[in-house]
T-cell receptor
Framework: EAGVAQSPRYKIIEKRQSVAFWCNPISGHATLYWYQQILGQGPKLLIQFQNNGVVDDSQLPKDRFSAERLKGVDSTLKIQPAKLEDSAVYLC?????????????????FGSGTRLTVV | DAKTTQPPSMDCAEGRAANLPCNHSTISGNEYVYWYRQIHSQGPQYIIHGLKNNETNEMASLIITEDRKSSTLILPHATLRDTAVYYCIVRVLYSGNTPLVFGKGTRLSVIA
């Protein structure tokens, strides 16, 4: 089965510019997560969707970050305007509702991420 | 916040066993111990999980103490490709849409 797809792989922007990241989860996965990983730290959850609804966005800096999953499949994460401290890897993950017990990790799968550098 | 404590870094000679410790003294009775690793420029990858019994799969072994307050991930014959950051996570057995909460993990360097 195809994995979680993310694009672009790398992005360099100047501060105060805007940027968007795209994620295509594994087919049939109802739950989608966006994580931010700053250098030297573990991934931090930004937002969680179930189908096209938001389950948890308590860690999302809503003054500059936004995310959507309009049709319950692909998702886009946007930053506007970007700050220097937004430099990080943005990871997308997906999982099926209820898990798939026959799979050792219950289907929770990460993409390779987008590395953002704000200069 | 992460509910686990891991050493920030460890070294291991290639071909030797790598033993990565994790403390989770506040683990609840219905929480499992999961291990993920993250190789440079990739997303985290599942390794193994367990409740209270020792577990083994093709990648690693997981040893959980009897009181469940700590565990050790064992890579029996480490190779250079095992160089990565290893994360120990405690969470309830997957029951829908529970996100993973990561700490800083242990950076394992396998040395030739």
């Amino acid at each position: 089965e195809a994995g979680v797809a993310q694009s672009p792989r790398y992005k360099i922007i100047e501060k105060r510019q805007s940027v968007a990241f795209w994620c295509n989860p594994i087919s049939g996965h109802a739950t989608l997560y966006w994580y931010q990983q700053i250098l030297g730290q573990g991934p931090k959850l930004l937002i969680q969707f179930q189908n096209n609804g938001v389950v948890d966005d308590s860690q999302l800096p809503k003054d500059r970050f936004s995310a959507e999953r309009l049709k319950g499949v692909d998702s886009t994460l946007k930053i506007q305007p970007a700050k220097l401290e937004d430099s990080a890897v943005y990871l997308c993950a997906s999982s099926p509702i209820g898990g798939q017990v026959r799979l050792a990790n219950y289907g929770y799968t990460f993409g390779s991420g987008t590395r953002l550098t704000v200069v | 916040d992460a509910k686990t404590t891991q050493p920030p870094s460890m070294d291991c000679a290639e071909g030797r066993a790598a033993n990565l410790p994790c403390n989770h003294s506040t683990i609840s009775g219905n929480e499992y111990v999961y291990w993920y690793r993250q190789i440079h420029s990739q997303g985290p990858q599942y390794i193994i999980h367990g409740l209270k019994n020792n577990e083994t799969n093709e990648m690693a072994s997981l040893i959980i103490t009897e009181d469940r307050k700590s565990s050790t991930l064992i890579l029996p014959h480490a190779t250079l490709r095992d160089t990565a950051v290893y994360y120990c996570i405690v969470r309830v057995l997957y029951s829908g849409n529970t996100p993973l909460v990561f700490g800083k993990g242990t950076r394992l360097s396998v040395i030739a």
